[in-house]
């Protein structure tokens, strides 16, 4: 296996098909989404950068919740599916794995980071130049899967980053890094990040009616993911 994802679009193949999964199911409607928003707090009148936004469930919201929205993904489909969802933001083709030149330095009020940083080959790069675009008392906010939950189903070294292939119930082919929590907390330091928060969360009481068995499990299990707000560290140039 070589420990490397790559920069092959993989969710082009079924950006559609998440759309119609994540839109109302449990792990995004209810557990993601929520825990985000949260950390993300009032939105009204800022500028947000939703980074690797997908087909735009979260940028509808923050659009919504008055935010003005930049928004862009790796995958073609996912960006016409933000188009369509969100005509009022500001969506383009765009991989993480290239600095983000059509961005200033300092012109966006938070980042929006979710569920895409077990994507990306170089994320230290990657986090620095969100960093950089981000306004000196900007936030980023960050989920990921929850890495105990990754090391219980894959086992081996917990501590050792490495490069998995997993297919989801639908299917869904995935190659993504395993990485430890300290891990990413470093990668945030190397970054420039101070961490603020940090959340396990736990599904909102909606989550029971679609599946009470997953809804307990999480209350009870740190499986799903985490999610984390930082902030432009002071002390580091940007
Ligand atoms: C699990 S989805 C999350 C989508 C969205 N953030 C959400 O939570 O609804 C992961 C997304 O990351 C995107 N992605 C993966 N690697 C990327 C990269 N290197 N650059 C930009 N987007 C990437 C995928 O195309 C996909 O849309």
New binding site residues.
């Given amino acids: 296996m070589v420990d490397e994802v790559g ?1 092959q ?3 082009e193949a079924f950006a559609d098909e ?1 759309l119609d999964h ?1 839109r109302d199911g449990l792990f ?1 409607a209810h557990y ?1 989404r929520p825990a985000c928003m949260a950390l993300l707090g009032d939105v009204a009148d800022v500028t947000v950068l939703d980074a ?3 087909p735009g ?2 940028a509808h919201e923050l659009s919504r919740r008055g935010a003005r929205v930049i928004g ?4 073609p489909r ?1 960006v016409e599916l933000a188009r369509q969802r969100v005509p009022e933001g500001d969506f383009r083709v ?4 290239h600095s983000l030149e059509w961005l200033e330095d300092r012109s966006v009020d938070r980042v929006l980071f ?3 940083v077990e ?2 080959d170089d994320r230290i790069a990657a986090l620095r130049e969100l960093r950089r675009v981000l306004r000196p008392d900007g936030a980023l906010v960050l989920s990921r899967l929850h890495p105990t939950g990754d090391w219980i189903r894959h086992g081996g070294n917990y501590f050792e980053p490495r490069v998995i292939e997993e297919t989801w119930s639908r299917g869904w082919r995935v190659r993504y890094w395993l990485t430890s929590l300290e891990q990413t907390c470093e990668e945030l330091h190397q970054a420039g990040f101070l961490i603020e928060r940090l959340l396990e969360p736990r599904p909102t009481a909606a989550a029971a009616a679609i599946s009470r068995e997953q809804h307990d499990r999480l209350h009870r299990e740190p499986t799903g993911f985490l999610a984390i707000r930082a902030v432009p560290d002071p002390r580091t140039g940007a």
């Avoid at 862009?72 to 995958?75: E, I, L, P, R």
């Fill in positions: 920069n679009p993989q969710y998440f994540a995004n993601d690797a936004c997908g469930l979260y862009f993904d790796q995958s996912m765009h991989d993480l794995c979710a569920l895409a994507y990306v």
